[in-house]
């Protein structure tokens, strides 16, 4: 007779989430041997980074595209670059999640096409489109169209999926990246459930979908959540975010199946929080957030991806992405999470934080909807002016040091990092001739599509009846489909909409935020401040001018938002028109103003190209007495190169001390002009 087991060896384990690693880089073959080869790891699905001219609707022969090809994700162009993406992944059998917002239907359109051409059936298909385009106006910026026109395209994607690919998440909104430009805990729940309430309003009065599927439309809602290292918070705005989720679904839109309302969510962890200064220590602020989103059973994600400790250096490797695909596994095969109930309930301390995000939150939340609603509240430019002045006093806390970071402004002596020791091989590089050689493809592609073996129809019908349905009121989703059958490009299906709907550029927020750090007599602003006016004095100009650009289609502009805002309270008059800017265009604007400086900030790897040219044209306007400052991740080679180039200065996420930092330029400035240096300490 056989002895009785314990009974706590017979409870049923929790199964675990859902392992990503976003991923993706320079062409759909590197990708997909990078994808096959991470499945093989034991990762559960894919999450596929594109680059940003596909990000933004740009083909990768087009001006802004230049430097920025395969850099920080992978170029798609079409649906025969989508085949290789997924050449040997069975796509039925896959769980595929794509970081794309303003081009997220055209994507998805690709994606449906090579599906069926593997065989699969549609309504099998599972995975999610991010398609949050309010976070994109407020951080990422890879927006194209206004506000108006993006939400319809974001309504129409959710009708269609939710009746021809119903295990689709149609729409991931992303309170990550408002953590990343500055948002509070509450500021990430209220705008993101803000977001989430315009989407669903749209849907239901589109009339495309009936009141009695709307718990069909709530069940495919999914959320992308940032998490970062002060976990306690972070996992009581988890279940906060639970919380409040329930009561707005259930509340305003009569949804009574608790299983449609539940809270569905996935998470990357914080990539704010990362240090370029001893990089090591990112391992356990990773470790650290990714139990914030674990620990706690009746909040915890159903899909988790870890960022790398270097990713503050440059890309990652793939043994890199292994590591961080290893901690979630630790976590879940050896450790014994998976096997208790929730280890939080009833804890007052937790309910006690819980009830106050709630409130806050809901607080927050009826604001917003005062001003008509999250949409609104971007037009009048209110969201990005408060996440401006939530990073500016964020970085003010750092600088201060009341806001502690390891190995930064805190315990800053270090033995020598071996990780780190070779620092050319410590990141992967994207090869230069990757993008001639993508761009070559899209030309012969263009040349070839509607011969053997492709035998595509010509598309200018096809994008003719998209720009059609676009004038009209008509779901915009098989008018995509058509243009993706017949080979139409990226550019292409972009441009149509672009001529119809028009493009948006979102408030900057700079103008309106508040000052993050005061003047007070004998502060290093101070100091800086005097160094400014004098200059100015010394010129023989009312203030220093500065010109703050971003060449390219990096959108991630909240470095570039913190350095105008310090530089304006610092006394300089600040040029600064937002992202996605030309060369020409910078220097234009530099000449024009009649500005003392150019700060360029560049954080998707396209430095190498664009900042030269940038000097190139300042060179032949005449205008080579304006320093030109870069700021970015830039590896320490390329820094070298660009200051050989003629770059006066190059800042990187080391450099935390922005007020330094405008210190800094004001030296360059008196450098360039020949004037002496000032014997004010900055």
């Not at 929080?273 to 994600?301: C, F, W």
């Not at 050689?437 to 035998?455: C, E, G, K, M, T």
């Not at 103008?511 to 160094?531: F, I, M």
Request: hydrophobic letters at 40%.
């Amino acid at each position: 007779m056989t002895e009785r087991q314990p009974a706590e060896d017979k409870r049923e384990k929790d199964r675990p989430w859902l392992m990503r690693t976003y991923a993706g880089h320079s062409t759909a073959e590197a990708s997909n041997e990078l994808y096959r080869r991470n499945l093989a790891k034991g990762q559960t699905g894919l999450s596929v980074a594109f680059d940003l001219p596909t990000q933004t609707g740009y083909d990768s022969d087009h001006i802004l595209a230049r430097g920025e090809v395969g850099r920080v994700g992978v170029p798609i162009a079409h649906v025969g670059d989508m085949r290789r993406l997924f050449q040997d992944i069975p796509l039925e059998q896959m769980n595929t999640s794509m970081t794309i917002n303003a081009t997220a239907m055209w994507l998805l359109a690709l994606y449906q096409v090579v599906a069926e051409e593997q065989g699969a059936d549609i309504t099998k298909l599972q995975g999610t489109t991010q398609n949050d385009i309010v976070k994109e106006y407020l951080s990422r910026g890879t927006h194209v169209f206004p506000p108006g026109p993006s939400l319809r395209l974001t309504t129409d994607m959710i009708a269609y999926t939710v009746s021809h690919i119903p295990k689709w998440n149609p729409i991931n909104i992303c309170s990550y990246h408002l953590q990343e430009a500055g948002a509070t805990p509450v500021q990430e729940i209220a705008y993101a459930m803000s977001t989430a309430i315009a989407v669903l309003d749209a849907v239901r009065d589109s009339g495309q979908v009936p009141q009695e599927r709307m718990g069909d439309v709530v069940a495919r809602i999914s959320f992308f959540v940032n998490a970062g290292v002060r976990f306690v918070e972070e996992m009581c705005k988890m279940r906060a975010f639970n919380r409040i989720w329930d009561r707005v679904t259930r509340e305003r839109y009569g949804i009574e199946n608790p299983k449609q309302r539940r809270f569905r969510y996935g998470v990357q962890v914080n990539s704010l929080g990362l240090t370029e200064a001893q990089p090591e220590n990112n391992v356990q602020r990773i470790v650290l957030e990714m139990l914030a989103v674990t620990l706690s059973k009746d909040a915890r994600a159903r899909a988790v991806q870890l960022p790398a400790w270097n990713e503050a250096l440059g890309l990652p490797r793939p043994w890199d992405q292994q590591w961080s695909l290893r901690i979630q596994q630790v976590l879940a095969y050896e450790s014994d999470l998976l096997e208790y109930e929730d280890i939080f309930e009833g804890s007052k301390v937790i309910e006690a934080k819980v009830d106050q995000l709630v409130e806050e939150a809901f607080a927050e939340i009826d604001r917003i909807q005062e001003m008509g609603g999250a949409m609104a509240a971007v037009e009048s430019g209110y969201l990005k002016s408060q996440l401006v002045a939530s990073h500016a006093e964020r970085r003010g806390r750092i600088e201060s040091g009341q806001e502690k970071i390891i190995g930064v402004n805190i315990f800053e002596g270090t033995e020598p990092n071996p990780l780190t020791a070779d620092l050319d091989t410590a990141i992967q590089t994207v090869d230069p001739a990757v993008e001639a050689r993508v761009v070559a493809s899209l030309q012969q592609w263009r040349d070839s599509r509607y011969q053997p073996p492709f035998n595509h129809p010509r598309p200018c019908k096809a994008l003719e009846r998209l720009k059609e349905a676009a004038r009209g009121t008509g779901n915009l989703m098989e008018a995509t489909l058509e243009c993706a059958r017949a080979g139409a490009t990226t550019g292409e299906w972009a441009g149509a909409l672009r001529e119809v709907f028009g493009e948006f550029r979102a408030p900057t927020g700079v103008s309106s935020a508040p000052v993050a750090v005061p003047v007070e007599e004998g502060s290093t602003l101070a100091l800086v401040r005097r160094k400014v006016d004098l200059t100015a004095k010394d010129l023989g100009v009312g203030k220093l001018r500065f010109l703050v650009g971003k060449p390219g289609l990096d959108g991630h502009s909240n470095g570039a938002e913190q350095i105008a805002v310090r530089a304006r309270d610092a006394g300089f008059e600040v040029v600064y028109q937002g992202i996605r800017l030309t060369p020409e265009q910078i220097v234009d604007a530099a000449v024009a103003e009649d500005v003392h400086a150019v700060g360029l900030s560049i954080l998707s790897g396209s430095h190498a190209q664009l900042v030269p040219d940038v000097l190139e044209r300042l060179r032949v306007a005449g205008a080579t007495d304006i320093p030109v400052i870069a700021g970015g991740i830039i590896p320490n080679g390329d820094a070298e190169q660009l200051r050989a180039a003629g770059v006066a200065a190059v800042f990187t996420p080391k450099d935390f001390d922005i007020t330094g930092i405008i210190g800094r330029i004001v030296d360059e400035i008196r450098k360039a002009n020949k004037l002496d240096p000032l014997e004010v300490p900055a």
